[in-house]
């Protein structure tokens, strides 16, 4: 049971149902738009006013250091977000930029490459990318390693072929006389569209993950295409050779910090927030709207303690999972679930009157009565005392509303235990 509840924490992105506010990653998307609109721009000014050779070794220098960033991001991910869409996208990412800044006619040693070598390494970027985008986000680390390594021996044969074949690949050129290539000039294009469709509906609350897989499609995607237009194309390759993994590593660090973030207030059990994320309401430092009418309920387990020790810790995890989701169901959206410690919940209710809580907290005590868990062959039946307090004016501290609350749930317990008491701030 903890093991799925593990597997939760990774795969979703979203507390007492609310999506996490990072979404798919609409800002990071746009940048790689206006990156790769620069080098599109760059690309036609350069030319003009400096010797264009000059630049493209200078961003072939500048690529060797982003594709080895590219791949270091790539591998030192998987400790802390145990992703393998990043773990994969960073090594082919780094990889295919390595590629071109030493071995094309653009890179560092100016080595004579066949003049499909450019046009192939796009190629294998984008089915990259888009084969990061389709694999799945966690698996264990050894399948983690073997498909990295397979995708990578793969791109490397494949990339040894296209530097060698005589062969030209589709062009513009091809694309406008409608040549026999034409399907291999779309091919690079539907496959960044797909990568782009495929990250808006299944990585949209990746914690901007899809913001980062969509702006690598487009970045190469748009590099094969609009490299074409340019009069020194191997300038604007050299370009988006050099600042692609560089997007990229933005990318996975805003990736990160979204998920250290959501880890930080998360409680991975129950799947709602965490004592550190309660504290922080409580101190007005979150954006939950805290002016009044703002409530506070606090809730415990009825002799919580019998359950671990009759049933076990496991059917005492079971019972806090159903309350967690008894209390999601019912607050969420009007209330924010918190698991404060042990057995004990704080609910906050943003812009609910008194009466209502009340209300709510009722239904819940009674729902949660007539819920039981089942235990081996039995079924263990549990109650709950709750304490509310409401704020009612600005003056009077989150913490002070607390506390109120707090001893309302004192009185529930002393009262007999199974009931919901309501204590007035003074």
């Known amino acids: 049971m903890r093991k799925e509840a593990d597997k939760e924490l990774y795969d979703e992105s979203s507390i007492n149902g609310h999506k996490y506010e990072g979404k798919w990653g609409m800002v990071v998307f ?138 030209e690949m589709a062009s513009m050129e091809a694309f406008r006389k409608y040549s026999y290539s034409l399907w291999l000039t779309l091919l690079p294009g539907v496959i960044a569209l797909a990568t782009l469709v495929l990250s808006v509906f299944v990585l949209k609350r990746q914690f901007f993950l899809g913001g980062v897989m969509g702006g690598m499609a487009v970045f190469f995607g748009g590099g094969w295409y609009f490299g074409n237009i340019r009069t020194e194309i191997l300038l604007f390759d050299s370009y988006v050779f050099a600042v692609a993994p560089f997007f990229f590593v933005i990318g996975v660090f805003i990736h990160w910090l979204a998920r250290m973030e959501h880890r930080a207030s998360y409680d991975p059990l129950l799947r709602v927030y965490n004592r550190s994320y309660c504290e922080r309401i409580l101190d007005e430092q979150t954006k939950v709207d805290t002016n009044p009418p703002f409530g506070i309920a606090i809730v415990d387990i009825d002799r919580f303690k019998n359950v671990n020790d009759k049933y076990g810790h496991r059917a005492g995890d079971e019972v806090l999972l159903q309350l967690a989701r008894i209390l999601t169901n019912e607050v969420v959206p009007d209330g924010i679930v918190c698991r404060y410690g042990g057995e004990e919940f704080v609910i906050f209710f943003p812009r609910q009157s008194s009466t209502k809580i009340k209300m709510m907290m009722e239904l819940i005590r009674k729902k949660v009565k007539r819920t039981s868990v089942k235990a081996g062959k039995k079924r263990i039946r549990i109650s709950i005392s709750a304490g509310i307090s409401h704020r009612q004016d600005c003056s009077l501290t989150l913490h002070k509303v607390f506390r109120m609350a707090d001893k309302a749930l004192y009185r529930a317990k002393r009262e007999g235990r199974n009931q919901v008491r309501f204590s007035k701030t003074e």
């Open 30 to 167: 746009v940048l790689g738009v206006v990156l790769l609109s620069c080098g599109f721009w760059l690309s036609g000014l350069l030319p003009q006013r400096f010797n264009p050779s000059a630049f493209t070794k200078l961003f072939s220098f500048i690529g060797i250091l982003t594709g080895a960033g590219a791949i270091s991001v790539g591998y030192f991910s998987y400790p802390r977000i145990h992703n393998l869409k990043v773990f994969l996208s960073g090594h082919v990412t780094g990889i295919s930029s390595l590629a071109f800044c030493f071995f094309s006619s653009a890179g560092i040693f100016s080595l004579p490459a066949s003049k499909s070598f450019i046009p192939g390494i796009y190629l294998l970027m984008i089915a990259g990318i888009l084969t990061s985008a389709l694999l799945p986000t966690f698996l264990k680390y050894r399948w983690t390693k073997r498909i990295t390594i397979s995708v990578l021996l793969i791109d490397v044969i494949f990339l040894f072929i296209f530097w060698k074949t005589p062969f």
